[in-house]
């Protein structure tokens, strides 16, 4: 036998007040093993059995009675444990007044609500009876007159009873001056009133279940009591005899009247059925309503009317009118198919696309058509393209087509700012200049007249612009425009390609080294027996960089144009070099434009016809050169640099080599070597300045290694003068001194300086002038060289003589002291040299007749040779005016 248990002990209520019916929480101790083992329960005095619910041996949950009591214990009673206590009581709170028009779930007492309503000389109405303040604020009556607002609202009222109720004229009426924080506390109200409506008649079935058993009693006795009212004989029941009679007169009034009723019913058939076509006209006409809109195009009112008929007969079950729906339905179906070819149709406009992506949306069409129409866009804009790039390649004549789509450069267009730099007529051979030119520009205009559309369709399919925003279809908007997220990857993707095919043609075209021979044979295909100019690269460079412009006015993120910034870098370099290499091929050309004028400076016009080519060289290279928004200096670049710099010296030293060329003429020598002079001193200075200006970092060792392989030339050239005048002057020299057989050792006293002497100093100054008339800064640099080799030579035969006479050592000492004072201004220190070790070796003057005698003859020298020795003078030195 299982010990006896506890009493029940109750410990807790939760909530511990509230009015009848309130759900509460018992909680305590052995409080039953089971919900059979439970067997009372009260609150106040009132048994809550009926409503509890055993959910441990701690806690039960029930409703309270409407007892009578307003504070009591709660008593829980078990078969185990017996009767049980509380150390916690509940207090029971009045409850509200129910009005007539609220529900409840107990028997509320009408008599007063009936005596008002039936008081017929109050005349209050039931809906009066409502709360006279639904707002729950104090009403603040404005002083706005009834004549305003009713001028204010027309056909409006300020009653909340009324159909025509306007909460605005309430507002004004009653709470004009009432604080915006009272109106919000009004906006509490009201949310707290719907929801306490909104609970529901299951509430109030739950809360009066014990009414409702009680009514189940009472009409339970009820039947009983009819069932056993010892009428059960024969004929049966009394309500079995009452149900014979009604039987036998419904049958006899049906004989009666049968042939009238039928008539009647047959009647009231057809009514019906007019009735049903008239009033139901809108759904059987709108199928040929349907048809007759698409063929107009007014495809709004088939979607209009399409909304209507679905919202009616949608989930109708009258076979008439799902018959006709199901009609209804097919032709809208075909409206998808019809609105699906359209948006997919090219070429389109964005307007058009929209348009019809929103009637697809309205149409609840499957899939999702935004995101088709711009799979069909971006395979149309890389078949535009590729379709340029074909048509120029079949070297056709007039219009080129694409696709049906003319291509004639729309000037009107984004690139109507381009103008070609030179009009080149299209010719009957592929791959002139213009052609090139002219591919990049109609290839340019082909994405940024595209693109944008493209891109707008994008921006409107994400944001769901695309989609009509209504209450029914948000949740569907939301849906596409999830999907739209989803696939911006993918979209991003459409955006490299199309810059990439752009790039990629536009190398094929000018840069095929650039690209791989897998693409070549995508994207080649063209002749490149004349590569572009300097000038038609500059043309594309400015189309390229327009094209990047206005994709980046659409915001396209950068990453995604970098391609066809790497393109403008790599066509930038491209053109320095062409232009370099073509400016090299210029120079070439100048020796032929070299006509030996020579000018008041000694040069002939070359040097400045190659300053002028260089100069022109780096203008045309000023716009492909300049740094854009975004572009780097590609002079920065360690390649460019190399070869640029590498290309600029081969230009300097093709121009030295045609003046090396021009020089293989004795006549030309003197006027090459003055144009190397003015190079040297000005021309390679002032192209130095130019270099740098514009940017190439590397213009100092361009000009240094151009002026060394000058003056390499300037020294070869200035040898081979030097070699072919001074070599009669000094091979006249010994021939001159022993002519007539003589003799240093046996010679007759000096008379004068002797004539081989005076002829050798007449050479020189032919050399002087034949100098002078080309450049008189020369003559010093050639008549001091010559003076050296003839001082040398006669220092050579001086030291040569094994003894000198008095006479011999007096007349060498005359002829040598002569020669050195006449040349003077031109001596160098190998000129003095020489002439010092030419008189060390001859015998020293002994007397002063000697002396004496040398002077006179020296002055007598230089009084009969002065008209020639004033060449030699630096006051002569002025420029010939011509």
Not at 714 to 737: A, H, N, R
Request: aromatic share 8%; with cysteine; glycine share 6%.
């Amino acid at each position: 036998m299982s010990p006896a248990r506890q009493p029940p002990l109750v410990t807790g209520i939760s909530p511990n007040e509230g009015a009848p019916w309130t759900k509460v929480t018992i909680r305590g101790e052995n409080l039953g093993t089971g919900a059979n083992d439970l067997i009372g329960l009260s609150i106040c005095g009132h048994n809550c059995l009926l409503t509890a619910e055993w959910m441990s041996a701690s806690k039960i949950v029930c409703r309270v009675g409407p007892a009578k009591d307003d504070k009591g214990e709660i008593i829980v009673t078990t078969k185990s444990g017996g009767h049980g206590t509380s150390t916690v009581s509940f207090k029971l709170l009045k409850p509200e007044r129910i009005g007539i028009l609220d529900q409840s779930a107990v028997w509320v007492d009408e008599l007063n609500y009936y005596d008002m309503r039936t008081d017929r000389n109050k005349g209050i109405s039931p809906l009066s009876l409502r709360p006279a303040n639904p707002l729950g604020i104090d009403i603040d009556k404005g002083k706005v007159p009834l004549k305003d607002l009713e001028n204010m609202f027309p056909s409006m009222s300020g009653d909340f009873t009324s159909e025509n109720f306007s909460a605005t004229w309430y507002l004004i009426e009653n709470h004009s001056s009432t604080s915006f924080e009272q109106l919000r506390a009004a906006v509490g109200n009201l949310k707290k009133q719907a929801s306490k409506k909104n609970e529901g008649s299951l509430a109030y079935v739950k809360g009066g279940l014990s009414t409702f058993f009680e009514a189940q009693d009472a009409l339970a006795a009820i039947h009983q009591k009819l069932e056993s009212d010892g009428t059960e004989k024969v004929e049966g029941s009394m309500t079995q005899r009452l149900e014979n009679v009604l039987n036998r007169a419904s049958e006899t009034a049906d004989t009666l009247f049968q042939e009238v009723l039928g008539r009647k019913d047959k009647a009231d058939s057809t009514r019906n059925a007019l009735n049903v076509l008239q009033r139901f006209k809108f759904l059987f006409n709108l199928p040929l309503n349907i048809e007759r809109n698409i063929q107009k195009g007014d495809y709004d009112v088939v979607i209009n009317d399409y909304e209507k008929a679905k919202s009616l007969f949608g989930n109708t079950e009258v076979p008439v009118f799902k018959k006709v729906y199901s009609e209804v339905e097919t032709r809208i179906e075909a409206l998808r198919k019809l609105l699906l070819d359209k948006l997919l149709e090219t070429p389109s406009t964005l307007h058009d696309q929209k348009r019809y992506i929103r009637y697809l949306s309205d149409l609840h069409a499957p899939g999702d058509p935004a995101w088709q129409c711009i799979v069909a866009q971006h395979k149309w804009i890389l078949q535009l393209m590729q379709n340029c790039k074909e048509d120029y390649i079949k070297e056709q004549k007039g219009t080129h087509t694409l696709g049906g789509v003319s291509l004639e450069l729309d000037r009107s267009s984004a690139l109507n700012r381009i103008s070609l730099s030179a009009p080149v007529k299209r010719g009957g051979s592929f791959q002139t200049p213009k052609d090139d030119c002219e591919f990049v520009e109609k290839l340019s205009d082909v994405v940024i007249s595209q693109l944008p559309n493209f891109w707008k369709l994008w921006i409107s399919y994400v944001n769901g612009s695309l989609f009509s925003e209504t209450g029914e279809k948000s949740g569907q908007v939301e849906k596409l425009k999830k999907n739209a997220r989803q696939r911006q990857n993918d979209f991003k993707g459409m955006i490299e390609e199309v810059t990439r095919r752009l790039v990629q043609l536009v190398r094929g075209a000018l840069l095929p080294s650039s690209l791989t021979e897998q693409q070549l044979r995508q994207y080649g295909g063209w002749d490149t027996k004349t590569p572009l100019s300097g000038v038609w690269l500059t043309q594309v460079i400015h189309t390229v960089r327009l094209s990047h412009e206005a994709l980046s006015a659409l915001e396209i993120p950068n990453d995604l144009l970098q391609v066809i910034q790497d393109l403008l870098q790599d066509l930038r370099v491209h053109c320095l070099l062409t232009t370099l290499q073509h400016t090299e091929e210029d120079v070439k050309r100048l020796a032929e434009k070299e006509d030996w004028v020579v000018d008041n400076e000694g040069i002939t016009s070359l040097p400045a016809q190659f300053e002028q080519c260089m100069v022109q060289m780096l203008q045309s290279l000023k716009e492909p050169m300049e740094c854009k928004p975004g572009e780097i200096n590609i002079f920065n670049l360690d390649v460019v640099q190399d070869k640029a710099c590498e290309q600029c010296v081969s230009i300097m030293k093709v121009f030295i080599k045609c003046l090396e060329h021009l020089s293989t003429k004795e006549q030309h020598l003197l006027i090459i070597l003055s144009n190397c002079q003015y190079l040297e001193r000005h021309t390679f200075l002032n192209l130095a300045e130019h270099l740098e200006k514009n940017g190439f970092t590397t213009a100092e060792k361009i000009i240094r290694v151009s002026i060394e392989a000058l003056r390499q030339l300037d020294e070869y050239l200035f040898e081979t003068y030097i070699e072919k005048k001074s070599d009669p002057i000094v091979g006249s020299l010994e021939p001159g001194i022993y002519a007539g057989y003589f003799d240093w050792k046996d010679c007759l006293p000096p008379t004068g300086v002797r004539s081989y002497l005076k002829e050798a100093l007449v050479s020189i100054i032919s050399v002087h002038a034949e100098v002078f008339t080309v450049s008189k800064e020369l003559v010093s640099r050639v008549i001091s060289k010559i003076t050296e080799a003839v001082a040398e030579e006669m220092s050579r035969l001086m030291q040569c003589v094994s003894s000198f006479s008095k006479n011999g050592a007096l007349q060498a000492r005359l002829e040598i002291c002569a020669l050195q004072d006449a040349i003077e201004p031109y001596l160098t220190t190998e000129s003095l040299t020489s002439f010092k070790q030419a008189l060390e070796a001859l015998p020293q003057l002994q007397s002063g007749a000697d002396k004496k005698l040398l002077e006179e003859l020296q002055n007598k020298f230089k009084s009969t040779m002065k008209l020639q020795l004033n060449c030699f003078k630096p006051a002569s030195f002025q420029p010939v005016k011509r």
